[in-house]
Nanobody, 124 residues
Framework: QVQLVESGGGLVQAGGSLRLSCAAS????????MGWFRQAPGKEREFVAT????????YYADSVKGRFTISRDNAKNTVYLQMNSLKPEDTAVYYC?????????????????WGKGTLVTVSS
């Protein structure tokens, strides 16, 4: 089983920045893709960004493109989400997730392992 632990969430003002981290264990990190999803109260869980095992293929949701950057450091078994120009609508619990293989996934049902989430709150 894969264990994923998110960190870096908090309260920021609109226009500010925040960097989330996800530490992975229990699996060969360099062999699988990683992704970030988020869920606001009363809303469905939605795709944010994903990155392939090698880091060569990246996808972003239209709502965050140009503002968020996903990256990974395989030597540290960690994936990051740099969030800039934050908006109140970005407020949500952010989840780190991984599929069973090296190809990136853009839907929650495509992911097999999940962290417990970290809360990001953006004030206006």
């Amino acid at each position: 089983q894969v264990q994923l632990v998110e960190s870096g969430g908090g309260l920021v003002q609109a226009g500010g920045s925040l960097r989330l981290s996800c530490a992975a264990s229990g699996r060969t990190f360099s062999s699988y893709a990683m992704g970030w999803f988020r869920q606001a109260p009363g809303k469905e869980r939605e795709f944010v960004a994903t990155i392939s095992a090698s880091g060569g293929t990246i996808y972003y949701a239209d709502s965050v493109k140009g503002r968020f950057t996903i990256s990974r450091d395989n030597a540290k078994n960690t994936v990051y989400l740099q969030m800039n120009s934050l908006k109140p609508e970005d407020t949500a619990v952010y989840y780190c997730a991984a599929p069973s293989g090296s190809y990136p996934r853009r839907t929650p049902d495509g992911m097999d392992y999940w962290g417990k989430g970290t809360l990001v709150t953006v004030s206006s």
